[in-house]
């Protein structure tokens, strides 16, 4: 069954310095995604893209964070200047963008802002 | 997309029907209900969705009521591997981001 692969699966990074989480979607999808989860918390949507593009985002999706689709297999989050609260399970998901088929997540990464 | 309301927790007994409820009162004629879980902190898994016929895969069933304000996921013979929060989500348009809210804890205990 295709799985959509997030790497690292456990970065720990200093307050102040840019992370990127990468992750690689289901190959025929189109639509990609960015959740967070805070620990105890419930998943947060961040943003989405579609076309190259950013079709979605949320309130939390601020201009510290970028999302790049830099080849045709890649799609990352870039974090530029991390800071404690970032530290959470970061997820990527991907879509057909076809109703009637589910969004597949991966298993994650886990970011610790020390 | 329509609001759904889940009730926070449920027990279930190893071997027993789980019955997880949905409401969707708002929901639209072209909304899909999708269920998805998340067992501890592992990427949210999909489970199964609907339109408006009931539904069933390998992992559950879905009854959707013929008004479609409400439906129930059904997992027929729980395990303890099956403890995790459900998530009911409406979703109208395709690509469109699905928001998750606080969901079922389903608790399975032998």
């Known amino acids: 069954e295709p799985e959509v692969t997030q790497t690292p699966s456990h970065q720990v990074t200093q307050m102040g310095q840019e992370v990127i989480l990468r992750c690689v979607p289901i190959?025929?999808?189109?639509?990609f995604y960015w959740y967070r989860q805070i620990l105890g918390q419930k998943v947060e949507f961040l943003v989405s893209f579609y076309n190259n593009e950013i079709s979605e985002k949320s309130e939390i999706f601020d201009d510290q964070f970028s999302v790049e689709r830099p080849d045709g297999s890649n799609f990352t989050l870039k974090i530029r200047s991390t800071k404690l609260e970032d530290s959470a399970m970061y997820f990527c998901?991907?879509?057909?963008?076809?109703?009637?088929?589910?969004?597949?997540f991966g298993s994650g990464t886990r970011l610790t802002v020390v | 997309d329509a609001k759904t309301t889940q009730p926070p927790s449920m027990d279930c007994a190893e071997g027993r029907a789980a019955n997880l409820p949905c409401n969707h009162s708002?929901?639209?004629?072209?909304?899909?209900v999708y269920w998805y879980r998340q067992i501890h902190s592992q990427g949210p898994q999909y489970i199964i969705h609907g339109l408006k016929n009931n539904e069933t895969n390998e992992m559950a069933s879905l009854i959707i009521t013929e008004d479609r304000k409400s439906s129930t996921l059904i997992l027929p013979h729980a395990t303890l591997r099956d403890t995790a929060v459900y998530y009911c989500i409406v979703i109208h348009q395709a690509g469109t981001a699905l928001i998750f809210g606080k969901g079922t804890t389903l608790s399975v205990s032998s």
């Open positions: 708002t929901i639209s004629g072209n909304e899909y």
């Open positions: 998901a991907s879509s057909s963008g076809t109703l009637g088929y589910g969004y597949t």
């Open positions: 190959s025929n999808h189109l639509y």
